[in-house]
């Protein structure tokens, strides 16, 4: 069966979720898909999987629990028939649905933001290996 990696924007609560429970529910994800390819035909694959991250990104910052709180970015991989693929026409062309929960098994890497450094506006992502659960949830917790 073919994965897709899938980037899930998260707030504290899913943050912490995904720990106690050992996996997530969310609506929306975030991948290459043929509408991303379509929109960008000059990136490569790696170029493409930035730009899906920072459609998560972007999303978690939209809807951000408060102003302090840290938004993480899960990158998992799922399994392709549990994806609707047919985003929105008004969705970034990255945006898919999840159609069953993501397991804790599947996720590969937490990215943290990092608040904005010397007049950058857009926050850097640091990266965290999914066995650093525990301490981004720490993170998370405390926010900025």
Known sequence: MHQCRVY???????????????????????????ALERAHPEEDEEGLEYLALQDALAAGLAARESRSSL?????????????????????????????????????????????????SDEPDLLWYDVTELAEVVRLTAAGR
């Open 8 to 34: 899930l924007p998260l707030g504290p609560a899913g943050v912490r979720t995904l720990h106690q429970d050992k996996g997530i529910r969310v609506a929306d994800g975030y991948a290459v898909t043929t």
């Open 71 to 119: 938004v993480v970015v899960v990158a998992a991989d799922v399994p392709s028939d549990r994806l609707d693929l047919r985003a929105p026409a008004t969705s970034p062309p990255s945006r898919l649905a999840l159609r069953d929960a993501v397991a804790l098994g599947k996720v590969v890497a937490l990215h943290v933001e990092e608040p904005p450094a010397g007049g």
